[in-house]
C-alpha cells in the first residue's frame, strides 16, 4: 500500500483504480490514515465513515476483479457538507435545530457521486445552515485554516475547503448561495465551482435562499473539477429548477487552447480596497493568460456596488421564509419547556438557531413586512434585474471575466464575526454571479509573503462552463507553481 495516495489528485486515483495501479480499498486506507494524523488540528470532519468508506472500497474492487464496469469516480475519496441529506449518519446543518435529525433519503447529488463509484468518508463542517464567511457559526465544531491554524478556512463550505487543501478528501461536495464554495477554496487554496443556476440539483440540500442556492465540488485541480461535474450536472425530475440543457463532457473540454479568448478586467474589481499583495497575484495571474494567447480587455461593472445591498434584501427575505419549516412540529428541535404552541415556536427556535442565523431571519422578516415589500423587496429584485443585464451586456465584450475572489486572504478568528457588515464585504466580488446565475470558480493563484493563498475568481456566460474551465485549467498548467500541501502539526 502506498501511504501517499492522498496526495494524489481524483483523477489519478480513479484511473489507478481502473487500471489495477492500486485497490480502492488501500486508497481509502491512505486518506483514513492522513485524516487520523491531521484532522485533530484542523476539525473539518464532523462525520467518520471508516467502516462504511472500506465496505464500499472492497465491493468496488469485487467489481473490477469481476470484470464489471467501473464509474467515473470509482474509488475517489468524498467528503460531504453537512447540509447534504443522507440516509447514512446525521443531516445537521451545523446547527443545533437539526442537531439529532436523520434524512431517510440521499439527495441527487449524493446519489450521482455514489453511482459513479465515490467512496464517502464522511460529512465536514460549515458555517450554521450555511449562514457564514468564516465556519465559525458553526455549533458542531472549529475548523482551522490548514496553512494556518489562527485563520478562518473561509466558509460556508470551510470544511469542504479544509479536507481538501489538508489531503483528507480527494473532493467534497459544497453549496454556494453567495460565496459560500469560491471564497474557502480561495481562503483554503483549492479550486472551487459554482456552475450554472439548475446545472446541479438542489434536491436534498438544506434550503437558504432558493433563487440564490448552488451546489458544486470542490478540489485540488481544476482536471478534478471538470471530473466531478460531469458526474453531478444534469436534469432531476425531482428539482424543478434544473436545466434540461445537455451536459458537455468538461473533460474533453480541457483540451482547446485559449488563443483569441477575451478575459475581461473589470474596473471594480482591482480597487484600492483589494489588498496590495492580493492584487499583485491577480496582475501575475492576468499576465500569464496574456502569455497564453488570451486578450485582456477593459471592462465595467458598475452594478457591483449594488450586489451586496440586492444580496442581501432577497436572501434574508428568502431566508425568512424558507426556515419557517423548521419549527419544532414536523422538523427541526422542540423545547421541552414549552408548554403552548406560542412557547414552542419561540423557545425552540431561540434555543435552537444561533446569533447570525436568527440575525437574517429577522432582517428577512423585516423586508418582508408591509411597505418594506415594495420598498425593499420588490426594489432589490429590480436591482437584480439591472445587475443581469449588465453581466449579459459586459459578456458581449468578453468570454470571461477575471478578478480576485476576495478582497483579502483568510482573516484572524473573531476579527470580523462581531461586525457584519464586514464579514459581508469578504464576497463583495462573488455575489454577482449568484444574482445573475451564471458560472464562477476559484482557482488558486499563488502565495502572500505570510503563506496564506489568494484565489483567482473567472465567471463566464450562462451555460459556458466549459470555457471557464479551459481558461482555468490552461492557467493552472502554466503558472508556475503547485501549493502543494499544508505542512503537518
Not at 170 to 188: E, K, M, N, V, W
Not at 322 to 347: C, F, I, K, N, S
Not at 380 to 407: H, M
Amino acid at each position: 500500500m502506498s501511504a501517499l495516495w492522498y496526495q494524489k489528485t481524483a483523477k489519478e486515483i480513479r484511473d489507478a483504480v481502473h487500471t489495477g495501479e492500486a485497490t480502492a480499498l488501500d486508497i481509502v486506507n491512505s486518506f483514513i490514515a492522513h485524516r487520523e494524523a491531521t484532522d485533530g488540528t484542523i476539525g473539518a470532519f464532523t462525520q467518520c465513515w471508516d467502516d462504511e468508506a472500506r465496505e464500499t472500497a472492497r465491493s468496488i474492487d469485487e467489481k473490477r476483479q469481476q470484470g464489471q464496469p467501473l464509474g467515473p469516480l470509482a474509488g475517489v475519496p468524498v467528503s460531504l457538507k453537512e447540509s447534504f441529506c443522507t440516509r447514512l449518519g446525521k443531516t445537521t446543518g451545523a446547527s443545533r435545530i437539526l442537531e439529532n435529525f436523520q434524512c431517510p433519503y440521499d439527495g441527487t447529488a449524493v446519489t450521482r457521486l455514489a453511482q459513479a463509484d465515490a467512496v464517502f468518508l464522511g460529512k465536514v463542517n460549515m458555517d450554521e445552515l450555511a449562514m457564514g464567511s468564516s465556519t465559525e457559526s458553526s455549533v458542531l465544531q472549529r475548523t482551522v485554516n490548514p496553512w494556518n491554524h489562527d485563520r478562518v478556512p473561509g466558509g460556508s463550505s470551510g470544511g469542504s475547503a479544509a479536507s481538501v487543501a489538508m489531503g483528507c478528501s480527494a473532493l467534497s461536495l459544497g453549496s454556494d448561495t453567495g460565496s459560500s464554495i469560491r471564497q474557502p477554496a480561495s481562503f483554503s487554496g483549492c479550486v472551487g465551482v459554482k456552475p450554472t443556476y439548475g446545472r446541479i440539483s438542489r434536491f436534498g440540500i438544506i434550503g437558504l435562499a432558493p433563487s440564490l442556492d448552488h451546489a458544486g465540488p470542490l478540489t485540488r485541480t481544476v482536471e478534478d473539477a471538470a471530473l466531478a461535474l460531469n458526474v453531478l450536472c444534469g436534469e432531476d425530475p425531482a428539482d424543478s429548477t434544473s436545466s434540461d440543457k445537455p451536459v458537455p463532457d468538461f473533460l474533453q473540454g480541457l483540451s482547446q487552447d485559449i488563443k483569441g479568448l477575451k478575459i475581461g478586467v473589470a474596473e471594480e474589481y482591482m480597487t484600492d480596497e483589494v489588498d496590495e499583495e492580493v492584487r499583485g497575484k491577480i496582475t501575475e495571474a492576468l499576465d500569464c493568460l496574456s502569455s497564453l494567447g488570451a486578450e485582456l480587455v477593459k471592462i465595467s461593472l458598475p452594478g457591483t456596488a449594488y450586489d451586496a445591498a440586492a444580496y442581501t434584501v432577497i436572501s434574508t427575505a428568502e431566508i425568512s421564509a424558507t426556515l419557517a419549516r423548521l419549527d419544532g412540529v414536523r422538523y427541526g428541535m422542540r423545547d421541552p419547556e414549552a408548554r403552548t404552541v406560542q412557547d414552542m415556536y419561540v423557545m425552540s427556535k431561540s434555543a435552537g438557531f444561533g446569533p447570525e442565523v436568527q440575525r437574517r431571519i429577522l432582517l428577512g422578516t423585516h423586508f418582508l413586512s408591509g411597505k418594506n415589500i415594495q420598498n425593499c423587496f420588490v426594489k432589490a429584485q429590480q436591482a437584480r434585474s439591472l445587475i443581469i443585464r449588465e453581466f449579459e451586456e459586459v459578456f458581449t465584450q468578453c468570454d470571461v471575466i477575471a478578478g480576485p475572489t476576495t478582497p483579502s486572504v483568510a482573516f484572524p478568528f473573531g476579527s470580523k464575526s462581531d461586525n457584519p457588515v464586514e464579514m459581508y464585504r469578504c464576497d463583495r466580488f462573488t455575489l454577482g454571479a449568484n444574482l445573475a446565475t451564471h458560472p464562477a470558480l476559484s482557482v488558486p493563484c499563488g502565495m502572500t509573503e505570510a503563506g496564506l493563498p489568494v484565489g483567482l475568481q473567472l465567471q463566464a456566460r450562462r451555460y459556458d462552463e466549459e470555457t471557464l474551465l479551459r481558461v482555468a485549467f490552461h492557467y493552472e498548467q502554466n503558472r508556475g507553481f503547485d501549493l502543494g500541501f499544508p505542512p503537518i502539526s
